[in-house]
Structures are given as structure tokens and as C-alpha cells.
């Protein structure tokens, strides 16, 4: 197994990007200056349950531009997590898994976190946040939520020396 030598820096990028949507929504404006440039956020979805993340987990793949991009993809079960702040992927006896803190912590029942973990099930490339992961992400994202969101990942992926 590869050293996921760049994993801080993938999760500092990923919360530098989240907190821009945080702060948009506290806003009610999506409408940004992104590093000197205009740009207007898409809406990021938010979850209450394991049900409801399943739902999405299950509509984004089968979306047919994902199905186009990466072929048909193996089923990718939600359950809840206990006692834990962070959402994961997991693979036990053949089936993969998203689990998500759903009492303890919402900010795992967001959309790029969960995009996050669906890429994971998308590339199984290792190290496990290597630069396969992260173009995995960044694709997946303008897929789901729109190249807005492609290049914002992208630019501050590339500021915290992400590859």
C-alpha cells in the first residue's frame, strides 16, 4: 500500500472549499470574488438522514454522464457511523460503503463530502488521496454540481501543493 502522503493537504483544500460554501449560504449570495475573478456557487445539498444520503449516492451513480465517464459502477451502500466526527469509505467482504456520522455530526451529511467519498468508490488508484483520487473528485464534481465547483477544487488543490 502507497504512503497517502498528500492526504493533509487533500482534507485543508477540501475545508478551505467547503468553508467558501458555508459562507455564501450564511451570505444568501453565491456570488463570490474568487481569487480576483467573479464566480457564482452552485447550491450545495444537504442530508438528514442515512436514507436521504443513499437516495443521492444512488441517483449520482446513476447519473449517465458518471455511467459515460467511468462505466457501470458497483453498488455503494450508506450506513450511519457511531461515536465519530468523519465520514468514510470502507470496503468489507466485497461491498464498499459510505458511513456517515448521522447523530453525532452533520457536516458529513453535505454534498462534497459525499462526493468526496463517492470518489473513492470511482478510483481505486492508490495512494488513496494521490493525484488519480483528486482528478477523480474534481471530475466527479463538475459532473454532479457543475464546472464552477470543478475549478474552484482545482485552484485551491493547486495553491495547497495538492497534485
Do not use: N
Request: no cysteine.
Amino acid at each position: 500500500m502507497a504512503r497517502d502522503a498528500q492526504r493533509s493537504k487533500v482534507y485543508a483544500a477540501e475545508q478551505f472549499v467547503r468553508t467558501m460554501f458555508d459562507r455564501a449560504a450564511q451570505h444568501h449570495s453565491r456570488a463570490i470574488d474568487f481569487f480576483g475573478t467573479p464566480l457564482t456557487l452552485p447550491p450545495e445539498a444537504r442530508f438528514s438522514s442515512v436514507d436521504s444520503v443513499q437516495r443521492y449516492v444512488d441517483d449520482v451513480l446513476a447519473m449517465p454522464a458518471v455511467r459515460d465517464r467511468w462505466g457501470p459502477v458497483a453498488a455503494l451502500a450508506v450506513r450511519a457511523r457511531r461515536g465519530s466526527t468523519a465520514a468514510h469509505y470502507e470496503i468489507s467482504d466485497g461491498a464498499a460503503t459510505i458511513a456517515v456520522p448521522e447523530q453525532t455530526s452533520r457536516w458529513a451529511l453535505r454534498e462534497l463530502v459525499l462526493l468526496h467519498e463517492i470518489s473513492h468508490h470511482l478510483s481505486t488508484a492508490e495512494p488513496a488521496h494521490g493525484p488519480e483520487f483528486t482528478a477523480t473528485f474534481v471530475a466527479l464534481a463538475e459532473v454532479v454540481m457543475g464546472p464552477e465547483v470543478g475549478h474552484v477544487l482545482r485552484v485551491v488543490y493547486a495553491k495547497e501543493g495538492v497534485r
